[in-house]
């Protein structure tokens, strides 16, 4: 029982290590804050999980909402003409 809880506990970081390695290389630098992005791999690879929570909760900036509630955008349903 407690090999098997290993082997989970250890899957589970192994995906959250590489989501968070896939994420800061595609975040845009534009939303990358308190270090440079390579900083970020760099503490990602050597210090996997503390650096992936890190990254995780304080290592972007969150994603802006395309539209702004005026209620006629992608969010209503609502679609502009096709113009040609």
Do not use: N
């Not at 791999?41 to 999980?49: K, R």
């Amino acid at each position: 029982m407690l090999a098997w809880l290993t082997y989970v506990l250890f899957a589970l970081v192994a995906v959250m290590y590489v989501h968070s390695l896939i994420d800061c290389v595609r975040t845009p630098s534009a939303r990358v804050r308190c270090l440079p992005k390579p900083l970020w791999l760099l503490f990602m690879l050597w210090a996997p999980i503390l650096g992936s929570l890190t990254w995780t909760y304080f290592g972007k900036l969150p994603e802006q909402a395309e539209t702004t509630g005026s209620g006629t955008g992608a969010e209503s349903g609502a679609r502009e003409p096709i113009r040609a």
